[in-house]
């Protein structure tokens, strides 16, 4: 499966944007992120046995990941965006029924989108 995420940009502090993977099918799909010369964390996920969604804690309630069925995508809202979201933004996928956060557990990525978020 390729990968391809895109909707990354530059953003004030409190602002929004909404990233989207090109992906379907049964598969589950996490969005990670990685800081400059930080390691690659989980960031939300969405299981396709039953659609189950998981948040990182930094990021509870200010994003929501979703299924696009009509355009075939997994979409990550993020809201009330913070220099601390500033990271590349990638999207994996598991061939599993359920999501994980550790990122070995995924097995395509895609290439990434920078999201910066300045005051």
């Known amino acids: 499966v390729q990968l391809q995420a895109c909707g990354g940009g530059s953003v004030l502090v409190g602002g929004s944007l909404r990233l989207s993977c090109a992906a379907s099918?049964?598969?589950?799909v996490g969005w990670f992120r990685q800081a400059p010369g930080k390691e690659r964390t989980f960031v939300a996920g969405?299981?396709?046995?039953?659609?189950?969604?998981h948040y990182s804690d930094s990021v509870r309630g200010r994003f929501t990941i979703s299924r696009n069925n009509a355009e075939n995508t997994v979409d990550l809202q993020m809201n009330s965006l913070g220099p601390e979201d500033t990271a590349v933004y990638y999207c994996?996928?598991?061939?599993?029924?359920?999501?994980?956060?550790?990122?070995?557990?995924?097995?395509?990525w895609g290439q990434g989108t920078l999201v910066t978020v300045s005051s």
């Open positions: 994996a996928v598991r061939y599993a029924g359920t999501v994980s956060v550790r990122k070995d557990q995924y097995q395509s």
């Open positions: 969405i299981g396709w046995r039953d659609g189950s969604t």
């Open positions: 099918g049964r598969i589950s």
